[in-house]
Nanobody
Framework: QVLLVESGGGLVQAGGSLRLSCAAS??????MGWFRQAPGKEREFVAA???????SYADSVKGRFTISRDNAKNTVYLQMNSLKPEDTAIYYC??????????????WGQGTQVTVYS
């Protein structure tokens, strides 16, 4: 059974930081990533990382968010700095990623809430 389990969400003041984690079990993935969905909006791509560490980001988070991974732990992280209220959303881990979308038959975590207040 393949599972993606996120952790690390919470409530933070604007300008603060949070670190999300996503632990995968059941298999390994080449590219893993993060998506988010704000209330009343569609789910959107945030960041992705390949096995060797090559990363890509949505324009809205470039320079503020950093995605990383620990292949030995089969875990991907999202360090979020300089958070803004518009970053408020449910954040989902997903794999495998192809570009900025999840491959057909891919997997999603259950989501973790991030709330940024001003």
């Amino acid at each position: 059974q393949v599972l993606l389990v996120e952790s690390g969400g919470g409530l933070v003041q604007a300008g603060g930081s949070l670190r999300l984690s996503c632990a995968a079990s059941g298999r390994t993935f080449n590219a893993m990533g993060w998506f988010r969905q704000a209330p009343g909006k569609e789910r959107e791509f945030v960041a992705a990382i390949g096995w060797s560490g090559g990363a890509s980001y949505a324009d809205s988070v470039k320079g503020r968010f950093t995605i990383s991974r620990d292949n030995a732990k089969n875990t991907v992280y999202l360090q979020m700095n300089s958070l803004k209220p518009e970053d408020t959303a449910i954040y989902y881990c997903a794999a495998p990623i192809m570009g900025t979308v999840v491959a057909a038959g891919g997997y999603w975590g259950q989501g973790t809430q991030v709330t940024v207040y001003s």
